[in-house]
Structure formats: structure tokens, C-alpha cells
């Protein structure tokens, strides 16, 4: 009701404003002010405008400070996979650069709308080009972007092929995609999963694994997924109808469900979901949450990893979702036992 | 009407040849800017609505459902029209405002004028173009009323979505509508873009050489080029789209099953469409970008009475990112699985384009510097336009990192990015224009204190309702999300939804004051003289009342650059184009 108010006395002002400009127009025009020099401005808007753009700069500068402070809670916590620490310093380092550049330019730009407003008395100067300015300012951006692209390149190559021990191989998932859920498959005791395709979807067999298999038969299929902390996993994400996008932001992975094609992305969580939930910056987000939450009268909320779908996928898009739970390996192994593996599922 | 008669070596024009089909650029640029406002306001009307629904998901609006039907029962949105809104709001911005909108009017306003020929090359396939553009809005807006409602599978369309009617209603006739507005819209692209190409290349007045032209001609060329280049690429992705879609063909489609139902086809792939889409989806940004950029560096220019700041740098800059914009599209595909390496070459790439940005942004505060700033409307919506692409373009940095943007795609990070770098720079050049050369358009003139008000008000909210996003996604906020509710770890953004959604709707509002202001101006404004602006360039020699030809006489020859403002040694402190350069004027090159 409140907000309904406030929009329309946004309206009624837009009017209000544009009634009060034509009476001034016109009042204007009677005195005669207004005569060849309203297609032209006056030394006097130019004064006014120019004043103006100074007062937007600090306003945009300013709200751009209130909002890192106030906003600060609501961010993604700390990354709590092992390439995600390295994609945050990445993204630390280009904030950090184009937050210098915003301050620097911005500020220009504005002041110099400000200071150079026009006056008739005054007359500008001619000043076409300047080899050495533009040199400068081709290069510099070429050479901090040089640097920008090396640190990319060698994190993302780092995150599409990591590097692991040599007695380490990673555990492989299946994540697959359906209008509108989730599904886990873990290729179990073998590390391998059995061949799918949708052709086979029949009765119990949801994911369309072939039974004949012989890799099938130990693999667990699970509408949570579970992974131990500390050990790589290698998914591997299938789609059975539209694409989809299997995003688990608090790892900073992200991997698109295609159907027709099977992707992969490897992770190494390293933070438990028990130790996200004492983080103090989770904490802050979670008290701050459920503050709002009981103001409405919905129940508290406990944190959770999450995988949620972020490709359009349907009507249902918005709420696609899979709970995720990283713990201690004895934990992990405790939940796997109590699941049915493929054959006791058929 | 003298001048008119003078000239007028054929018949005297019927309404319908004059107003309607119309073969005159003039006429048509403005046909061209009132069609594209029309779906400007219905695209940012939808944008207000479904702003509605974000920031306030569970209340009932009535007006919902006066606007919206069956869609929204009791006034609460379903989420299949929040999805179908979603993707007109952005077809019809991204197209039919910013694409046709844009160049349509003013490629066509200002190339004959500012280049001194009579006409377009050809005045016939120019009314072609506009009336295929009319028939593709029609088809759209049409759309918007069929029973399974219009297209929903987000602007891009991707498939399977967008093939499989059981995957979403949306993509029943709502999406084969789509597909025939927009290959409707195609064709009047090219036809608009081949003619402006011809006819930039071959009727230059005498003296006009390429280096002698306006900036604003340069960036007309190089987006018609870009556009030539890239819309049949779109046009055959949405071909194969529309075989898939009702011949039974597998070129998008594999291994499907779909509520319930398993389909046949087989061997096919959803990222081919993708890569098609983006081979003309990246270069489409500048195509709505670099019409906006032209204008800025003329108005710009203009009002600050001074040359522009390295004008070959310019004209290098836009060549430079009209190449670039071929190589980068993978950058929307990081995620689709491609193979690492080419994700590494996008990446390359794609940060390049931040080498020439980077020129344009210098050289258009450069020239600011020293200046004697005259700031009119079009003025402030120019310098709006260099602050929001340089926020923008910064944030580009971040997306156009692979390693970054997997964490940030598809989140309201890019949503943010993409309405500032693109949606906001382009509105404000085009708002520019319409402030800057209203007078040529309409022989009138606007109102200037209304111009200021529609500025402020347009410039503080368009920051309020985008600058927030960026917050939201990195607060990984997906986009495209109907509500976000459904999430505990989402509920402290509602705050900050509440504050977007309230200056969406000021600022759409807002746009009020313009469209009086345009209207009533047209019809009822003060006369303008010739050269209100006192500019250099060839448009402002033409008569105020439009005559067919243009100029009564010969057309004038040019001397000089267009940017001869505040030259030494001159009296005043511009020189037309059409001033012979003097015996003792000191030599500039141009
Ligand atoms: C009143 C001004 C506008 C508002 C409030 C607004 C708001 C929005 C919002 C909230 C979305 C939905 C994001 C999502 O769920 O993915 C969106 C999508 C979009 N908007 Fe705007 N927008 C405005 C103007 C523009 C302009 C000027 C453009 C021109 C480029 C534009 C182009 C788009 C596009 C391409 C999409 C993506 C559609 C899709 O996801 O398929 N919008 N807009
Ligand atoms: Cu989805
Ligand atoms: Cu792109």
C-alpha cells in the first residue's frame, strides 16, 4: 500500500513538473525573455546544468560507497571449493582495478561538464589531436589488460584441467537435469557410471540407465547430493529435455545441462556445510535473514549449500533446486550406505 | 511552400505517396522514430510490470489483470507470462527500439543530409525497409494476444526451449510468430543497411572524402557493414529453428524427452543455435551501440564548440571494434561446455575490445577539456552517455574473463552490465539525437525546460534501477526468475528489489514528460532556424521546410572537416563545411 502511495505521487510530481515548466514557459515568453535564445541555452543553464552534473557525481559516487557498505552482508561468502579461492582473487584484483578507473574517470568527466560550462564571453580551444596523449592512453590500457588476460587465462586453464595427485582420482557424479528437479547419480564402488541415454527411461529407471551394463549396477541415485570435504569430484551433467544450468554458487561453479551432450566440471570443496555455517560473515547473512523472515512469519532458515538452475528452463525455472551437503568423509560414507544402489532400485 | 515548387521538377505528391508510402529518407527516419517509439513504450510498459511482480511477488495488482487476463488471475502474474514479458521486453528493445529505432532513423535522417546528396541510393527499397520493419512490429505486437501467449524462452530463444511447444507454452504460435516477425525484421535490416552502404560509398557531394566525413556517417557505415555481415547468420539459425520446429528436422535436437513424450530426434546440438544466435548477437550490440557513439561525437562536438578529440583515433576505434565484434561471441557460451581452449581465445579477444573503448571514452572527455560547454539536452544525454559506457564497458572486463564470468553468467551482474553498457548508452544517444536534430526533423523546437527535467529524472533513476543489479548478482541472483522466493538465501536482496522496481517505475513515468514534450513540440513548438546549433555540417544548409531533393539549388561542395569549431584566426566560432578554406588559415590536415 505504502509503495502504491509512493509510485503515485511519483506520478503526480512528473505531472505537477510539467504543468509548472509550461506555465514558466509560457510566462516567460509573455515577458520575453525567451526570444532567439531559447533554442540556445543561457550562460545561466549552462551555469545550472554544470552545477547539476557536480551534484550527480557525488550522488553516484557516494551511493556507490553506501551501497558496498550496506550491501556488504548480503554478498556470496567465502569461496568453499579449491579453484573458487582463485577465481576470487581474480575477481578482487579486476574489482580493485575497475573501481580505480570508475573513481578516476567519472569524477573527469563530471567535473569537467562543470567546469567547462559554457560562457558567451568566453571561446574554447582548438585542439584536434595529440600523438602523445593517445599513444599514452592506448598503451596503458594494453599493457594492464596484457596482464589481466595472462592471470585469466592461467586460472581458467587451471579450473578447466586441474592438476591432481597422481593416486588421486576424483570421484565421479552425474548431475541431471529435468524440467523441473534435480538428480544425482554416483557411479559407485567402480568410479564409473553406467551408460544412459533417454531412450531407456522406463517405470523405476527415472534417468534412463542402461541395466545390461554391467558399471550401472552399483551406481546411487539420490535427490541430495552429498560430497565429502576435501576430495575431488569430477561432475558430469546430462539434460533430458531443455538445457539447463547446474549452478552452485558458493563453490563458483557453474556448468550448463545440455541435452544430447554430456559436460564436466571438476570440484574440490574444501569448507563443510557445518563450517560455512559458522562463518561469521554467514552469520551476519543468516541473522539478517532471518530477521526479515520473522517479520513475515516464515519459519528461521538454517543455511545450505545449493544447486540451483540458472538457464531458463520453463514456468518453473525459479525454483529448481537441490540441496547440498559437504561433510567429513565418515559422514559421507554413513549417508552412501543407507542409499539403494541402481540394482536394488530395479 | 516556395522553395518546394521551385524545385519540384515532378508531379505534386498525394497524401498517401507523401505521409504513407513515402520514398523520401526524411519522411521515412520519421516513420522509423515514431514506430520505434510506439514499441519503445510497450517494451519498457512490460518492464514496469514485471518490475511489479519482483519487488512485490505475492500482492495482487488489479491492473494485471485489466492489462494481462487469464495471466494473471486475482492480479498476482503467472509465471509463464513473467517469462513471455521478459522475452518481448527484450526483443522488442533490443530490435525494434535500439536496432531499427535508432539506425532507421537516423542512418536515414542524416546520411543523405550530412553526406550532401539528394536522397538515398535508393528512395524505393528504403520504403521497402521501413514497411517490412512495420509489418514485423505488427506481427509482434500481434503475438503478444494468442491463446498460449507470445514467445518465452528469453530473447535469445534458445532451443530445445524455444522448439518444444510441450516444454513451455510459450513456444506454441506465440514463438512461430516470433520467428516470422523476426525474419520479417531481418529483411528490412538488410534492405536498410544495404542501401545506406551504397549509398555512403557513392553519393558523396564533391569535396566529401571519407576523411572529410562526420562521425556520425562513420558509425551509420560501419553498423550497416556489421549488419550485412551478421543478420543472415541469424536469419539461418532461424531457419533451421523453424525446420526443427515443424518439419521434424534434428539440427538443434537430440536425445529428448519431454513431458513424457520421447522425441525421434537425433544427433543434433542446442549450441550450434548458440553459436549462430551470438555470431550475430555480439556484433548486434554495436550495432546498437555505434549509431549511439556517432551521434555523441557530433553532439558533443557541436556543443562544446571544439573539434572532436582525435578524430582519425575515432574512426580508427569504431573500424577496430566493428573487427573485433566478429571474434568474441563464444564469451556468452563460457559455460555450455565448449572446449576450454577456444573459451581461452574468447577471453583474448574479448578484453581487446576494451583497448578502443578505452580510446573513445579518452578522446570524448579530452574534448570536453577546454571546452565552452553549451549544455542542452542532447548535450547532458551525451555525457550521460560516456559515463554510463564507461561504468558499463568497466564491468565487461569482469564477464569477458572466463574464469570470472562462471560464477556471475546468467546472474543480474549481467543483467546490470548489459542494460548500462548497452540498454542505457544507447537510449541516451538516441535521445541525444532526438533533441539534437528535432529541429531538422520538424522544422520546431523542443522544450528546453522540459529536456532538463526528462534528463535528471531519466539520468538518476536509469542509475538507481541498474547500478543495485550488480549487487544482486554477486549475491548470485539468477535472472529470469519469476520470483525469488523460493530461495531463504535470496530474501535479504527484497529490500534492494523493492528500490529498483520503484525507480523503473518513476523513471518509465518520467519518459512522459518526453513524449508530450516530442508531440507537442512537433505540432505546436516555435519555428526553428536554419542552423540552431550553429554546427558545420551539410544538414543544417538544407531549407527548415523539408523539400524533396533536399537542397533548392546545387548541392553545396565541401572545403573542410566537420569539426572546424573555434578555429583560430576565425571570426566566429564555427566554419561550415562549406567554407572554402582560406589562403591564410593555418593548415590542419583535413
Ligand atoms: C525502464 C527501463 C528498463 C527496465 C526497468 C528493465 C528491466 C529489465 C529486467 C528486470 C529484466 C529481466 C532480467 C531477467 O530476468 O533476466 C530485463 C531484461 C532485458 N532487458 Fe530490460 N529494462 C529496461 C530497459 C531496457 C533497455 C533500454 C534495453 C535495451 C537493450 C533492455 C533490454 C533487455 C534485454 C535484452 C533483456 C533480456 C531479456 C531476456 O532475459 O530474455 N531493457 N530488463
Ligand atoms: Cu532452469
Ligand atoms: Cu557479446
Redesign the pocket.
Known amino acids: 500500500m505504502e509503495t502504491l502511495l509512493i509510485i503515485i505521487v511519483g506520478i503526480l510530481g512528473v505531472i505537477a513538473i510539467t504543468q509548472a515548466v509550461r506555465v514558466f514557459e509560457l510566462s516567460a515568453a509573455v515577458k520575453g525573455e525567451d526570444g532567439a535564445d531559447n533554442e540556445n541555452v543561457t550562460d545561466k543553464d549552462n551555469r545550472n546544468q554544470g552545477m547539476l552534473l557536480l551534484i550527480f557525481m557525488v550522488l553516484l559516487l557516494g551511493g556507490f560507497i553506501a551501497m558496498v557498505i550496506g550491501y556488504k552482508d548480503t554478498l556470496l561468502p567465502v569461496s568453499a571449493s579449491e579453484h573458487g579461492v582463485n577465481v576470487d582473487n581474480l575477481w578482487d584484483i579486476s574489482m580493485w582495478l575497475i573501481i580505480v578507473v570508475f573513481f578516476i574517470t567519472q569524477p573527469i568527466l563530471f567535473y569537467f561538464g562543470y567546469k567547462f560550462s559554457g560562457r558567451k564571453d568566453r571561446k574554447a580551444v582548438y585542439m584536434e589531436h595529440n600523438n602523445r596523449l593517445e599513444f599514452i592512453w592506448t598503451i596503458v590500457p594494453a599493457v594492464v589488460l596484457a596482464g589481466l588476460i595472462i592471470y585469466g587465462l592461467s586460472t581458467w586453464s587451471n579450473i578447466m584441467n586441474p592438476v591432481l595427485d597422481e593416486n588421486e582420482d576424483p570421484m565421479i557424479v552425474e548431475i541431471y537435469a529435468k524440467q523441473f528437479a534435480w538428480t544425482a547419480r554416483y557411479s559407485g564402488e567402480d568410479n564409473q557410471l553406467g551408460y544412459a541415454n533417454v531412450r531407456m527411461i522406463g517405470g523405476t529407471n527415472t534417468l534412463g540407465v542402461d541395466p545390461d551394463d554391467a558399471a550401472s549396477l552399483d551406481d546411487v541415485i539420490t535427490t541430495e547430493l552429498h560430497l565429502p570435504v576435501n576430495k575431488p569430484v569430477l561432475f558430469k551433467f546430462r539434460s533430458q529435455d531443455v538445457i539447463h544450468s547446474a549452478y552452485m554458487p558458493h563453490f563458483r561453479l557453474q556448468m550448463n545441462c545440455v541435452p544430447g551432450t554430456k559436460t564436466q566440471f571438476m570440484l574440490t570443496p574444501t569448507m563443510t556445510t557445518e563450517e560455512m555455517r559458522v562463518d561469521p560473515e554467514m552469520q551476519a547473512k543468516v541473522s539478517r535473514v532471518n530477521e526479515i523472515r520473522g517479520e513475515r512469519g516464515d519459519e528461521a532458515w538454517q543455511f545450505d549449500y545449493i544447486l540451483l538452475c540458472n538457464k531458463?528452463c520453463g514456468s518453473a525455472h525459479y525454483n529448481m533446486q537441490m540441496k547440498v551437503v559437504v561433510e567429513s568423509e565418515e559422514e559421507y560414507n554413513k549417508w552412501m550406505s543407507e542409499q539403494k544402489s541402481f540394482a536394488e532400485l530395479l | 511552400m516556395a522553395t518546394h515548387e521551385a524545385h519540384d521538377h515532378h508531379h505534386e505528391q498525394s497524401f498517401v505517396e507523401k505521409y504513407v508510402f513515402s520514398q523520401d529518407h526524411k519522411m521515412i527516419a520519421k516513420q522509423f522514430l515514431i514506430t520505434g517509439m510506439i514499441m519503445g513504450i510497450i517494451?519498457?510498459g512490460m518492464?514496469?510490470l514485471?518490475?511489479l511482480q519482483?519487488a512485490w511477488p505475492d500482492h495482487s495488482f488489479p491492473i494485471l489483470e485489466t492489462l494481462l487476463g487469464k495471466w494473471a488471475p486475482d492480479g498476482v502474474m503467472d509465471p509463464n507470462i513473467y517469462l513471455a514479458l521478459?522475452?518481448i521486453?527484450?526483443t522488442i528493445?533490443?530490435f525494434f527500439?535500439?536496432t531499427a529505432g535508432l539506425s532507421g532513423t537516423f542512418s536515414n535522417l542524416l546520411i543523405p543530409l550530412q553526406i550532401g546528396a539528394r536522397d538515398m541510393a535508393s528512395g524505393f527499397i528504403n520504403m521497402l525497409s521501413y514497411w517490412f520493419f512495420f509489418g514485423s512490429s505488427i506481427v509482434m505486437v500481434i503475438s503478444l494476444f494468442v491463446e498460449s501467449g507470445p514467445a518465452s524462452a528469453?530473447?535469445?530463444v534458445y532451443p530445445p526451449l524455444s522448439a518444444l511447444p510441450q516444454a513451455i507454452p510459450g513456444s506454441g504460435l506465440g514463438m512461430t510468430l516470433w520467428l516470422v516477425s523476426m525474419s520479417l525484421f531481418i529483411v528490412s535490416s538488410l534492405l536498410g543497411a544495404l542501401n545506406y552502404i551504397v549509398t555512403v560509398l557513392n553519393l558523396r557531394t564533391k569535396g566529401m572524402s571519407m576523411t572529410r566525413l562526420p562521425l556520425t556517417i562513420w558509425a551509420f557505415f560501419v553498423t550497416a557493414i556489421l549488419g550485412v555481415l551478421s543478420f543472415p547468420v541469424l536469419f539461418s539459425a532461424a531457419l533451421l529453428l523453424i525446420f526443427d520446429r515443424s518439419m521434424g528436422t534434428s539440427f538443434y535436437l537430440s536425445d529428448i524427452m519431454v513431458a513424457g513424450e520421447l522425441l525421434s530426434n537425433q544427433g543434433g546440438s542446442p549450441v550450434l543455435y548458440q553459436h549462430l544466435f551470438w555470431f550475430l548477437g555480439h556484433p548486434e550490440v554495436y550495432i546498437?551501440l555505434l549509431p549511439a557513439l556517432g551521434i555523441t561525437s557530433e553532439v558533443i562536438s557541436t556543443n562544446a564548440r571544439k573539434p572532436i578529440f582525435g578524430y582519425r583515433a575515432m574512426v580508427g576505434s569504431i573500424l577496430a571494434i566493428a573487427f573485433l565484434s566478429f571474434i568474441v561471441w563464444g564469451h556468452h557460451m563460457f559455460v555450455t561446455g565448449m572446449n576450454p581452449f577456444l573459451g581461452s581465445v574468447f577471453t583474448f579477444t574479448t578484453l581487446l575490445i576494451a583497448i578502443p573503448s578505452a580510446v573513445k571514452a579518452f578522446n570524448y572527455i579530452t574534448t570536453l577539456w577546454k571546452g565552452n560547454l553549451r549544455l542542452t539536452p542532447a548535450m547532458l544525454f551525451s555525457i550521460g552517455l560516456v559515463s554510463t559506457f564507461i561504468t558499463g564497458g568497466l564491468t565487461g572486463l569482469i564477464l569477458g574473463d572466463s574464469a570470472l564470468d562462471i560464477n556471475v553468467h546468467d546472474t543480474?551482474f549481467v543483467?546490470a552490465h548489459?542494460?548500462i553498457v548497452?540498454?542505457?548508452s544507447?537510449?541516451f544517444g538516441m535521445f541525444a539525437g532526438v533533441y539534437h536534430w528535432f529541429p531538422k526533423m520538424f522544422g520546431r523546437r523542443m522544450i528546453k525546460s522540459l529536456g532538463y527535467v526528462h534528463f535528471w529524472v531519466t539520468f538518476v533513476t536509469?542509475y538507481g534501477?541498474f547500478f543495485p543489479m550488480h549487487f544482486l548478482g554477486m549475491a548470485g541472483l539468477p535472472?529470469?526468475?519469476y520470483t525469488n522466493t523460493s530461495f531463504p538465501m535470496f530474501d535479504d536482496l527484497a529490500d534492494i528489489n523493492v528500490m529498483v522496481s520503484i525507480f523503473?517505475i518513476v523513471?518509465?513515468i518520467a519518459q512522459l514528460v518526453f513524449i508530450f514534450n516530442f508531440f507537442y513540440s512537433a505540432t505546436r513548438g516555435k519555428r526553428a532556424s536554419m542552423n540552431p546549433w550553429k554546427s558545420n555540417t551539410l544538414e543544417w544548409t538544407t531549407p527548415v521546410e523539408h523539400i524533396h531533393g533536399n537542397w533548392p539549388g546545387e548541392i553545396p561542395e565541401v572545403h573542410r572537416w566537420a569539426y572546424d569549431y573555434s578555429k583560430p584566426g576565425m571570426e566566429d566560432d564555427f566554419v561550415p563545411q562549406t567554407v572554402p578554406i582560406r589562403e591564410n588559415e593555418v593548415e590542419t590536415g583535413h
Open positions: 531458463i | 517494451g519498457v518492464s514496469m514485471f518490475r519482483l521478459v522475452t521486453h527484450g528493445m533490443v527500439v535500439l528469453g530473447w535469445t546498437i543480474y543483467v548489459f542494460h548497452m540498454g542505457l544507447a537510449i536509469a534501477v535472472r529470469r526468475y523503473a523513471g518509465g
